[in-house]
């Protein structure tokens, strides 16, 4: 199996792009032109990693507009923090081992598709509550692959069937299992969601959502989880507010065709401790009434 260090090597390249962040109730309050660049050194034993930032009427595709940007940030590095994970293709997660009470807690997620990436900070206040998100779109320079329309409930619709693998920060062996994800409508404003995931009859979680505008409300649970629906294709996952003694997880998932949708969950057990990563590539069923709320 090769080493995390080499799936990091799938995301060399200048990824050009924007840092557009979101209120928890997914307001847009700021959107930044980027260019970041990671370049290998010593036979890719070193990683340069600049990130530049620009003002908001940049065209960072354009090098004649992007000559002079406001801020520069320059990380040099030959390892791998513990609180990073990667996947053969290059997506990765990174951020807090342990969450806590009284002290700032999130995490990035990112997925990687030929030319293009995607990746979603969420962080908490000290007061445990979600306070921010930044949605990251990028690809590399010269592509010209279209930005995917902004996500729509419409598009989640119908039945998924997917592969997962989970890895894990023991760094132990990672495991691979199917994956099934049915989406309805019921009623108005409500959604049905049922995931069944591992082998045989596997395990089924069922929940209830309430549609309100561009997010999905789910309150069965003990903590109370949302789905904003965004640019790109992308969706966030995500509690409120985190409460001690409880497990919960960090989700994006990307649209990158109607029928295929990738998802990252990270995941923390009830003590606040990181657990695992998981990666799902799933394809949506054809010839369903996906707007009837059959599944």
Request: overall charge negative.
């Amino acid at each position: 199996m090769q080493s995390q260090w080499h799936y990091l090597l799938q995301n060399l390249g200048e990824w050009q792009g924007s840092f557009t962040r979101f209120s928890p109730a997914g307001e847009l309050r700021e959107d930044t032109p980027t260019i970041v660049t990671l370049a290998g050194l010593d036979d890719n034993q070193t990683i340069r990693q600049t990130i530049q930032r620009y003002a908001p009427s940049t065209d960072v595709t354009d090098a004649s507009l992007a000559s002079e940007p406001i801020d520069e940030k320059v990380l040099v590095y030959s390892s791998l923090g513990r609180g990073i994970l990667f996947f053969e293709d290059g997506a990765f997660s990174q951020g807090s081992m342990q969450f806590a009470p009284f002290s700032e807690f999130g995490a990035e997620l990112g997925l990687i598709a030929g030319d293009r990436r995607l990746r979603l900070v969420q962080l908490f206040d000290p007061q445990s509550q979600l306070a921010q998100l930044t949605l990251i779109r990028e690809k590399l320079a010269g592509s010209h692959t279209a930005e995917r329309p902004p996500l729509t409930l419409n598009d989640l619709l119908g039945e998924w069937h997917g592969e997962a693998v989970t890895v894990y920060p023991d760094l132990r062996s990672p495991t691979s299992y199917p994956t099934q994800l049915q989406i309805s409508r019921s009623g108005a404003n409500q959604v049905v969601q049922q995931l069944t995931f591992g082998e045989g009859a596997g395990t089924t979680v069922r929940s209830t959502a309430i549609v309100n505008g561009s997010c999905l409300e789910f309150n069965q649970g003990s903590l109370p989880v949302q789905v904003l629906l965004l640019p790109d294709g992308a969706s966030s996952t995500c509690p409120v507010y985190i409460k001690t003694g409880n497990p919960f997880f960090l989700e994006v998932g990307w649209l990158l065709q109607p029928d295929q949708r990738q998802r990252m969950i990270r995941s923390y057990n009830q003590k606040g401790e990181w657990v695992s990563l998981t990666l799902v590539i799933e394809r949506k069923l054809t010839g369903q009434n996906e707007h009837s709320g059959k599944a």
